[in-house]
């Protein structure tokens, strides 16, 4: 049972911008991580972003600065606003989430991108340049 649904994938030139959904509902919950990987054609998936309970962000060197992910306040959406995309950006763009590790006061933490368990359909971004 599919319970992460990605949209908003597409075309775009160099320089373009682009914002994923993903409906994440079911892991609403203060445990719980959501990320946003990529992997293209005969590369290895790679973690993009990731965003805790208390919506603390982590970025790959690659995207940082240029990429955002966000969460609604309900907690039942995260998004990935892409912005100066390159041609290099071009892949599948995944969904995932997982159970963190728990840091005390509350918090939970998303070290590792082993801790992603649950995975999207995944959204194809395409840019060219």
């Known amino acids: 049972q599919v319970q992460l649904v990605e949209s908003g994938g597409g075309s775009v030139q160099s320089g373009g911008s682009l914002n994923l959904s993903c409906e994440a509902s079911a892991y609403r919950y203060n445990a719980y991580c959501l990320g946003w990987f990529r992997q293209a054609p005969g590369k290895e998936r790679e973690e993009v972003a990731s965003?805790?309970?208390?919506?603390?962000?982590t970025y790959a060197d690659s995207v940082a600065g240029r990429f955002t992910i966000s969460r609604d306040k309900a907690k039942t959406m995260v998004f990935l606003q892409m912005n100066s995309l390159k041609p290099e950006d071009t892949a599948t763009y995944h969904c995932a989430a997982g159970r963190g590790v728990y840091a005390g006061d509350g918090n939970w933490n998303c070290p590792l991108p082993s801790l992603f368990t649950d995975w999207g359909q995944g959204t194809q971004v395409t840019v060219s340049s």
């Open positions: 965003i805790n309970n208390d919506n603390t962000a």
